[in-house]
């Protein structure tokens, strides 16, 4: 069964570094998203990308992120300078369809990039 | 402030008995509705979504939705320990081509054999 990857499952950085986090979506999905969940919080939406560019994304998903699909089957988030909270597990997902279509929304979720900023 | 609220619980049952898990929301604009499973240390898995008022069944779930009282249900016929999960409530606006969910905490269930 085709399912959604990420790399490195765990990650830990310093404070003020870059780190970029890497998801392969299921190959015929058209849509992308990156959600966080700071551990023991809610799952926050961050970011929905389709067709190349930003469709949609939350008030936590300031400057200091970015997302790029810089192949056929890669989605990155970078977090240019990471601060302390943004340590959290990072999970990317992925549709076929729209997410505001009314046809089988079901997003698949990878199994999450654990960061850990110190 | 959209808020999602959950009984974080934990919800205890046992095994072949109905779970009842509920979740409200403050957002009246609110269109679409999802419940998601969450085993710990794992990622979501949603396992339904509804839009109208009523119930939907699936299987051995059924989505349970009153906008007029702004709260959505999820029933779990016959628990199973399998069963035992945190399930997340998400809602979202899904207005003018919208899609921004915001979750709730969670209702963590533990079915007992």
């Known amino acids: 069964e085709p399912e959604v990857t990420q790399t490195p499952s765990h990650q830990v950085t310093q404070m003020g570094q870059e780190v970029i986090l890497r998801c392969v979506p299921i190959s015929n999905h058209l849509y992308f998203y990156w959600y966080r969940q700071i551990l023991g919080q809610k799952v926050e939406f961050l970011v929905s990308?389709?067709?190349?560019?930003?469709?949609?994304k939350s008030e936590i998903f300031d400057d200091q992120f970015s997302v790029e699909r810089p192949d056929g089957s890669n989605f990155t988030l970078k977090i240019r300078s990471t601060k302390l909270e943004d340590s959290a597990m990072y999970f990317c997902a992925s549709s076929y369809n729209s997410p505001i279509s009314r046809r089988a929304e079901t997003q698949y979720f990878g199994p999450g990039t654990r960061l850990l900023v110190l | 402030q959209k808020e999602v609220e959950q009984n974080s619980g934990p919800l205890s049952v046992p095994e072949g008995a109905i779970a009842s898990l509920n979740c409200t929301y403050s957002?009246?604009?609110?269109?679409?509705f999802f419940w998601y499973r969450q085993y710990s240390g794992k990622s979501p898995e949603l396992i339904m979504f509804i839009y109208s008022n009523g119930d939907k069944e699936d299987g051995r779930f059924t989505a349970q939705l009153n906008k007029a009282s702004q709260y959505v249900s999820l029933l779990i016929r016959d628990s199973q320990p399998s069963d035992s999960a945190t399930y997340l409530c998400?809602?979202?606006?899904?207005?003018?081509?919208?899609?921004?969910?915001?979750f709730g905490r969670g209702t963590s269930l533990i079915v007992h054999p």
């Open positions: 957002d009246r604009g609110s269109q679409s």
């Open positions: 990308f389709y067709n190349n560019e930003i469709s949609e």
């Open positions: 998400a809602v979202n606006k899904g207005s003018g081509g919208s899609y921004i969910p915001t």
